[in-house]
């Protein structure tokens, strides 16, 4: 069948390893890019939807998505700010501790941060007298990062940046990419682009959701159009391989319910490889991440968790119970489309960044609002959309658990606090 639609094609091949063998695993319900959050002059327009279904590589074992949504649509005025949160400040702070550490870098080095958003890791490094260089395709927040000290180029990375990089501001001691690695489609490009930017004995970090806690947890809202892969240490190995690039070490942090953090060298550098590496190859084979049957199981695991959760919301509303949600990230977009939570559940919810508070929730159309509003109101029950930062939120709501308050966590699986 002809593609029709500019905007989103359907992958035929597998993007890791360029096999034919894909097999879908998961279908979810289409629904809006993740981050198209409306302005309430916009509620009438007709959104645009897209499939949102992942396929398995019986190749090599790679998750993936089926579709491919343009990433001009995604990605050129996004709202997601990486600094709204403490726990992320805190995060790449530790990382940027790492990389100084782990490396030596000094006054002499550069560090060129991919997907770099409002600077988050390069504001540290930059405190500690190094060079640093952000590159984002999202025009309004490079634009503020670079008014706010961080030099972003508000672009794609691809091989002609690259070089012009190289022109402009020299070669790169470190290049990260920290959860933008799995944004990408033409991962040959990005590799060839980054092995471009590093010196001989520079080195690529980049950190994503781990596959293995994806499985484990049953975290299916993180499945979302930006996110066209589901990584795991195995097939990355093939895909670097394949640039003569490799590896050599892996180290788990916790952010989005379970990352990875991989550091890769170009082949002549005299990086060892570490025994961590062998071990994640070794817990991927345990769990049997290359089965496909293991994808089957979770896909049951997703609909038992959604009638479990309706039923729990329908319950509280039948009581006329007040319910708000706490939180408007991507992935809470993929919960609500699928799960189809609108305002007839869920009154609104709060978010602490100014960039999605006065729009709705693309598909849903729930209103976002400031924190404050918990406290005007005194819903019976919050509904933590942001799972992630469950335990911080519970305690920032003291007061409001104190008073009789009700917590909703809805993944890994649904329970009320």
């Known amino acids: 069948m002809k593609n029709t639609n500019p905007l989103v094609f359907q992958l035929k091949s597998c993007r890791m390893c360029e096999g034919k063998n894909l097999e879908r695993v998961v279908s979810l319900s289409p629904t809006p890019p993740a981050n198209a959050f409306i302005a309430k002059k916009d509620l009438k327009t007709k959104e645009k939807f897209f499939p949102l279904q992942v396929n398995f590589c019986l190749d090599c074992g790679q998750l993936q998505l089926t579709h491919v949504v343009s990433p001009w649509l995604l990605f050129r005025n996004y709202v997601y700010v990486s600094s709204t949160s403490s726990v992320f400040i805190a995060h790449f702070e530790e990382y940027a501790n790492d990389l100084i550490k782990r490396f030596k870098l000094n006054k002499n080095s550069h560090v060129i941060d991919i997907g770099s958003n409002d600077g988050i890791l390069l504001k540290p490094l930059k405190k500690n007298g190094i060079k640093v260089l952000g590159v984002d395709p999202a025009v309004k927040i490079a634009k503020e990062a670079t008014k706010n000290g961080i030099k972003t180029l508000p672009r794609y990375l691809n091989l002609k940046l690259a070089k012009e990089i190289i022109k402009r501001f020299g070669y790169a001691d470190v290049v990260t990419a920290n959860n933008v690695f799995a944004h990408i489609n033409d991962l040959d490009e990005i ?61 788990k942090v916790n952010t989005h319910g379970g990352s990875l953090r991989v550091y890769v060298k170009k082949n002549p550098a005299k990086f060892k490889v570490q025994k961590a590496v062998f071990e994640f190859i070794a817990l991927e084979k345990k769990l049997k991440l290359d089965d496909i049957k293991t994808y089957n199981k979770f896909a049951s695991k997703i609909e038992k968790n959604k009638r479990k959760l309706i039923k729990i919301l329908t319950d509280l509303r039948k009581k006329n119970k007040t319910i708000a949600g706490y939180g408007a990230p991507a992935k809470g977009n993929t919960l609500l489309n699928y799960y189809k939570i609108g305002p007839n559940i869920l009154d609104y919810i709060v978010d602490d960044s100014e960039y999605k508070q006065g729009l709705y929730t693309p598909g849903t159309h729930i209103p976002v609002v400031p924190f404050s509003k918990i406290a005007e109101t005194r819903p019976d029950y919050i509904f933590i959309l942001a799972w992630n930062f469950a335990t911080p939120l519970i305690n920032k709501l003291s007061d409001y658990k104190k008073g009789g308050g009700h917590f909703i966590i809805p993944v890994p699986e649904a329970t009320i606090v």
């Open 191 to 251: 590799v060839k682009s980054v092995k471009t930017l590093i010196k001989e004995t520079g080195v690529f970090v980049i950190e994503f959701p781990y596959l293995v806690d994806f499985i484990e947890k049953n975290l299916f809202d993180t499945i979302y159009h930006e996110h066209l892969s589901y990584l795991s240490l195995r097939p990355l190995i093939a895909l670097f391989k394949r640039h003569e690039m490799e590896i050599f070490d892996a180290k």
